[in-house]
């Protein structure tokens, strides 16, 4: 066919598609509180926290810290030990 589409025109395509199919930033962002307190729920003693930041009159995510309940408990058993290298 002997066209070639610019590289602008692929990258909005690719965004599109994108967005059609995992939906967009704004949408997931959202979703997550909800699926933060799910995992609580489901996870017994499980730890999660999220840090945002305000920007341009939009709420951003800036980190999320999450501690399964299961993993928390065996930190008791691990034995601490003392590593020197040979430097």
Same mark, same amino acid.
């Given at each position: ?26 949408? &997931? ?5 909800? =699926?933060?307190? /799910?995992?609580? *729920?489901?996870? @017994?003693?499980?730890?999660?926290? +999220?840090?945002?930041? &305000? ?5 951003? =995510?800036?980190? /999320?810290?999450? *501690?399964?309940? @299961?993993?928390?408990?065996?930190? +008791? ?11």
């Amino acid at each position: 066919m002997n066209y070639t589409p610019s590289y602008k025109k692929t990258s909005l395509a690719k965004q599109t598609t994108l967005e059609m199919i995992h939906g967009n930033w704004e949408e &997931s962002h959202a979703k997550l509180p909800k =699926l933060l307190e /799910v995992l609580k *729920s489901c996870v @017994p003693k499980t730890m999660v926290a +999220a840090k945002t930041k &305000s920007g341009g009159g939009k709420k951003m =995510l800036k980190r /999320v810290f999450e *501690s399964f309940g @299961p993993c928390i408990n065996g930190f +008791a058993y691990c034995k601490p030990i003392v590593q020197i290298d040979g430097t």
